[in-house]
């Protein structure tokens, strides 16, 4: 209880009051990337991160079209002069998500940030081709796959020399989009033997939690992969954008809610931010230094949910880990290798 009401009095108070800066750096002769960045805050990230002129600045999409329209508004709202490409990129795919990952390993130089914000939400229950549900596919199986297999990349640039005489020896950054909706996650299926197929069974699952819980797994993620040999030198952090004005919640049909549900999502988008405002928080993330699979929020690093913290919860962590590993062997056994070191 004393939780969760320092949660919703830091929640509304960031909402409602929290000024959030413009980080600011020398991004010149830099590599950057951003999944699902053709609308929203991984636009409004893409934005910011144009404005400071990186080197080169990919915009990873499922749907190509939408993608050259963002990368149309980047062009006329900041005058990038860099390279400013459009790749695909099909988070409910993992054939997509391997040949992304292998075209950037293939083709980029270095690769100097990545945020992986791509993600859904949705309380539907869906399948995707590859038979995982489609929010735990998307945001966590997907997700963490992607950012293991671009490991390899982000550890090469920690040892190439500064893109320029006068630049600052900067570290790469794998940053994760979560959500403070980790704090209010009930998780039940972690009691089942075994998580993945229990939140892969819709008999088993509760759907009405899924975004909340996908995100404790992208947090699992990310404290895993910070300790991971191969992630030295490299920045790994998870960071909350904020409540902001999204298409992320595309697919919610609000006839299927109470009066006083509806009712508190539309108090959430009285208070909720523009895409532009969250995205500092990502740039934040993205681009400053920050402890190892830390979780940032309002432009701070912040202690995630306190079970997440204990034995019982980093068991729990290691053991979602182990299974999601055994998952993405299967579709790339090159993430053997990579774990390994």
Same mark, same amino acid.
């Given at each position: ?147 293991? #297999? *671009?490991?390899? @990349? /982000?550890?090469? +640039? ?8 006068? &630049?600052?020896?900067? $570290? =790469? ?108 928080? #990502? *740039?934040?993330? @993205? /681009?400053?230094? +920050? ?8 432009? &701070?690093?912040?202690? $995630? =949910? ?36």
């Amino acid at each position: 209880m004393g939780q969760t009401l320092s949660f919703t009095l830091k929640f509304f108070g960031d909402q409602l009051f929290a000024k959030l800066p413009e980080t600011h750096a020398d991004l010149t002769g830099r590599t950057f990337l951003v999944t699902g960045s053709n609308t929203g805050i991984g636009l409004g990230l893409a934005i910011h991160l144009a404005r400071l002129q990186p080197a080169q600045l990919i915009l990873a999409v499922r749907d190509l079209k939408k993608g050259e329209a963002a990368k149309e508004s980047i062009l006329r709202e900041t005058g990038f002069k860099g390279s400013l490409e459009v790749w695909e990129l099909d988070m409910a795919d993992f054939a997509s998500v391997k040949r992304f990952a292998e075209r950037a390993n293939r083709t980029l130089k270095r690769l100097d940030g990545a945020n992986l914000n791509a993600g859904m939400s949705s309380y539907r229950w869906g399948m995707t081709p590859d038979g995982w549900e489609s929010i735990l596919q998307i945001n966590a199986l997907s997700t963490g796959l992607l950012a293991v #297999l *671009l490991l390899p @990349l /982000l550890q090469a +640039t920690t040892r190439l020399p500064p893109p320029h005489p006068d &630049a600052s020896k900067t $570290p =790469p950054h794998l940053t994760i989009t979560g959500s403070a909706g980790i704090f209010l996650a009930k998780f039940a299926e972690r009691s089942g033997t075994q998580i993945l197929k229990t939140l892969n069974d819709e008999s088993k699952s509760d759907i009405m939690d899924r975004y909340f819980t996908s995100k404790i797994l992208s947090l699992f993620i990310t404290r895993e992969i910070a300790n991971l040999s191969q992630a030295e030198g490299v920045v790994v952090n998870i960071v909350d954008p904020g409540l902001c004005s999204s298409e992320i919640g595309r697919d919610l049909e609000f006839s299927a809610f109470s009066k006083s549900t509806c009712f508190a999502f539309w108090m959430m988008g009285k208070i909720s931010w523009t895409p532009s405002k969250g995205a500092l928080n #990502l *740039l934040y993330a @993205l /681009l400053l230094p +920050t402890p190892p699979g830390c979780y940032i929020t309002a432009c &701070a690093v912040t202690p $995630p =949910p306190s079970w997440t913290r204990t034995k019982k919860g980093l068991d729990l962590q290691t053991k979602v880990w182990s299974e999601m590993v055994k998952v993405w062997e299967e579709i790339a056994p090159e993430v053997s290798g990579i774990l390994a070191g």
